[in-house]
């Protein structure tokens, strides 16, 4: 999986480039047809303390791209939010394919049966 990595108004030191391969690392495992990951950190002054530092992920796989976006007073904590989000994206795709495979293999059982009555 290729990491393309961008900031806006922020140093990109090596323990938060750490923290980023660590937590992609993770999201691979979720899915290893994930092609490439780019991910934004900003850092906006101008806004509240609350929403000083926003990360966002967008995960290229096959079919629809998976983003989010997070806005938190700690740039660690967007990133850990934003990974976890693309978690549940990742999950939620996974069951939605396996319970439409289970639910055409559940037909073809269905139409069996009638057929043997």
Do not use: W
């Amino acid at each position: 999986m290729k990491l393309i990595l961008s900031t806006h108004n922020l140093t990109l030191t090596q323990a938060i480039e750490d923290h980023i391969l660590a937590r992609i690392d993770n999201l691979e495992h979720l899915d290893r047809s994930a092609i490439n990951v780019r991910a934004t950190l900003k850092h906006d002054a101008t806004t509240t303390p609350e929403r000083q530092f926003s990360c966002s992920l967008r995960v290229s796989v096959p079919g629809p791209d998976l983003f989010a976006e997070d806005h938190e007073s700690d740039l660690y904590a967007a990133i850990d939010l934003v990974t976890k989000k693309i978690e549940q994206q990742i999950r939620k795709r996974h069951n939605k394919y396996k319970a439409r495979k289970h639910t055409e293999a559940a037909h073809v059982k269905i139409k069996r049966q009638e057929a043997d009555l």
